[in-house]
Structure formats: structure tokens, C-alpha cells
């Protein structure tokens, strides 16, 4: 919204504008963006390799709980 432009929800609801255009703004929302997606992105691959240490590590089954055709 800080860059002007209207943000559609999937593609499907067009949200409320609750800020206008402003290019200062727009900049340090766009790093907040880059950021979060970067943490997400490494806890992702933390979870993923916890469930890989509790199956090849520990050998707890924990992945025959979680997805039941590997049982």
C-alpha cells in the first residue's frame, strides 16, 4: 500500500487502504518484507531438520506419527 498500489487478498478481495503512497515508508516496509521472509524461511528449514535428527538420529518414529504412510 505504501508503494500505491491496491493489495488484492489471493487475488480475490481487494483490501482496505489504511496508508497512502509514501516512498519512505515504502522502503523500510519493503526491507521489514525481505526480512520476514528470510526468517520464515529459516525456521522452515529448522523444523525440517529437527524432524530428520528425531528420525535418523534419534530413531524415535517421529515421522511415522506425524505421516501416517510411512507406517
Not at 8 to 17: A, D, H, M, Q, R
Request: charged share 15%.
Amino acid at each position: 500500500m505504501a508503494a500505491g498500489i491496491q493489495v488484492v487478498y489471493l487475488g480475490l478481495v481487494p483490501l482496505p487502504t489504511i496508508i497512502g503512497p509514501d516512498n519512505v515508508l515504502k522502503g523500510t516496509l519493503k526491507m521489514v518484507h525481505i526480512y520476514l521472509n528470510y526468517t520464515l524461511l529459516v525456521l522452515v528449514i529448522m523444523h525440517v531438520l529437527a524432524a530428520l535428527k528425531h528420525q535418523f538420529v534419534d530413531r524415535d518414529g517421529l515421522l511415522a506419527r506425524m505421516l501416517p504412510f510411512l507406517r
